[in-house]
């Protein structure tokens, strides 16, 4: 069968079979490597690197990408139909 995703983007695609909804899924490639770059950041420079502006503005992108995922999760329908 050929695979719908990249080995690339999931290294471990090809080693599981995911069937349980329920269960954790693989981590795409992108934010397995922002997450090590960010703890290496912070064991080499604490929070130094955690400005004011970075402190206000963390979950901006965050807050953005939920909002245009529920809102294209809403549908509006009449109380009676």
Known sequence: MKPII?????PTANK???L??????????GAEQGLKDWVADVAQNG?????ENAEEN?????????????SSMICI???HE
């Open 20 to 29: 349980n909804t329920a269960n954790v899924a693989l981590t795409f490639s």
């Open 6 to 10: 990249s080995e690339k983007d999931f």
């Open 77 to 79: 329908r009449p109380l």
């Open 47 to 51: 929070s130094n690197n955690f400005d």
């Open 16 to 18: 599981f079979v995911y």
């Open 58 to 70: 963390v979950f901006n992108d965050l807050h953005k990408a939920t909002r245009k995922k529920m």
